[in-house]
């Protein structure tokens, strides 16, 4: 689901002129890794970062992106995790990048510097695993609806202050 996820994000940047290239060159060059440094969730216990996401004797993926996972192993019932996909616009990370020579010629500094102080953005969701799926047990916004429907309730709340 990792690589998946940096392909949902990269053909997302290719169209806001972030990146250039190929949606296959980006993937294989690793530039998900670029703006999504994490991976995409993580078994959730007594703390946050729960430990025992890697099975004993499984060897962590060293490939860019994929060696951030915090779980491989088979999800079962009633094993609760996040799932937490993010955009970010971390300036040492694509300077870093920009050193690359694997990575650098996929990146558009321009259309970037114009994301520069947004930061990023993670969607966070904490689920239960479940025999048939699971149980979203977030309640915040996530779709551009209700995102911006929170967006303007502040607008108007502030406008009223």
Known sequence: ??????????????????????LDELIEAGMGAVFMPHGLGHLMGIYVHDVGGYPLGFERPKEDGVCYLRIARKLKEGMVI??????YFNMPWIEWSLQNPKKYKFLNMETIKRFEKFGG???????IVTADGMENMSIMPSTVEEIEAVMRKARE???GS
């Open 1 to 22: 689901y990792q690589r998946r996820v940096h392909g949902v994000g990269l053909e997302h940047l290719l169209r806001l002129g972030v990146v250039t290239g190929t």
């Open 121 to 127: 953005v993670r969607l966070e969701d904490d689920v």
């Open 157 to 159: 709340h502030r406008q």
């Open 82 to 87: 996040t799932v937490e996909p993010g955009i």
